[in-house]
């Protein structure tokens, strides 16, 4: 259980990059954080306009970019978990990863 788990997140994963590699994700990461240090402009709001159409940018990057990151993460946290599971023989959190599971594969399928 534990092993084939930890070959669903490694296949997870690896779509994780191929799909970020297709998106230019590292690029869009460039352009949200230069998009967030405009946005913590003090004379941002000067020009309410200029400065609604940069929150409108800097929201469309978060939305492209938060789903990989924060995927990413539980990917290897779960992982790790796995792990330690592995390890210490712990039916318990082989469970609970089972259910962690099943909830990244359903978010991995939603970025398809």
Known sequence: MLEDAREKVENIKAG?????ESLDLPHKR???A???EQGAAPDLWNN???AQALMQKLAAAR???A????LGKRADDLRERT???RAEDDA???ADIEAELKSIEAEYAALE
């Open 63 to 65: 939305e492209v970019v």
């Open 34 to 36: 230069e998009l967030e």
């Open 92 to 94: 318990e959190l082989a």
């Open 48 to 50: 309410s306009g200029a």
């Open 83 to 85: 792990e330690l599971a």
């Open 30 to 32: 460039v352009q949200l």
């Open 16 to 20: 994780l990059h191929s799909k970020a």
């Open 67 to 70: 789903p990989f990151d924060s």
